[in-house]
């Protein structure tokens, strides 16, 4: 099922069908999805080689009695626009620099049955943070080496008895990271494979115990950029261009 099929039966489920009758004529919910679904792939820019940045502030200008039926679906119609965007961006590999805002304004140089996409990306210098979601919280990489295990003195503690104390850990070097079992007893696995040591594409999964590790990379405006030691950052730069390893 595709985005904009998926868009159209959240809508549905927002409004009765009774309602649904008013737009026969005029713009359709589906077209301003469609329209920013277009104004994203327009407008992605390749940033760095594994970074496409897309705009995150969008404005729909549509004619006034457009706008009048489209009041009418409230908050709806706004939340099924932002899961749009945010699905669209993932399916693509578009990363934003900032919260994702969409606001919809009357413009009376509109004629009915037209609209009009305007976007921008957040302001100033983009960089981009590493950071491992781990049992429903978020943990920056603020250091090059991060270990994972139930352990105290782990920097992130798990509470899963399946881990060992110092169970996994993840080096980040501001541009590139590798995952590393430390000798675990249960090990450890990479988007379903077991792994000593390998490279660890953005949004990925590492798996310990019972546990998932989701590494991603997501946009900020001034960020640290932690130094992994020499030999750590080649052995990352030559897992990265060989794959994941067995």
Do not use: C
Request: aromatic share 4%; proline share 5%; hydrophobic share 40%.
């Amino acid at each position: 099922m595709g985005l904009l099929d998926s868009f159209e039966k959240g809508l549905e489920r927002a409004v009765n069908s009774a309602f649904a009758k008013t737009f026969r004529s005029g713009i359709q919910p589906v077209e301003i999805a469609s329209a920013l679904r277009s104004e994203l792939d327009k407008k992605a820019a390749v940033v760095t080689r594994d970074r496409i940045l897309a705009p995150n502030t969008f404005t729909v200008s549509l004619a006034p009695a457009d706008d009048e039926r489209m009041a009418t679906l409230g908050a709806a119609l706004g939340d099924e626009l932002h899961t749009l965007v945010q699905k669209h961006a993932r399916s693509q590999g578009y990363s934003f620099a900032g919260p994702v805002s969409i606001s919809i304004v009357r413009d009376h140089g509109l004629s009915t049955g037209t609209l009009r996409v305007e976007s921008s990306t957040a302001q100033g210098r983009v960089a981009w943070r590493g950071v491992v979601d781990v049992e429903g919280k978020r943990h920056p990489l603020t250091a090059s080496r991060t270990v994972i295990g139930r352990g105290s003195d782990a920097d992130i503690t798990i509470s899963d008895a399946g881990t060992s104390r110092k169970h996994v850990e993840i080096l980040w070097d501001g541009e590139r990271a590798m995952v590393r079992d430390m000798n675990s007893t249960n090990g450890t696995s990479l988007n379903g494979r077991p792994v000593k040591e390998a490279a660890l594409p953005p949004d990925s999964t590492v798996r310990i115990g019972h546990t998932d590790i989701v590494f991603r990379v997501v946009a900020q405006a001034a960020p640290p950029k932690p130094t992994m030691p020499a030999e750590d950052a080649t052995r990352a730069f030559d897992l990265r261009e060989q794959g994941p390893l067995a």
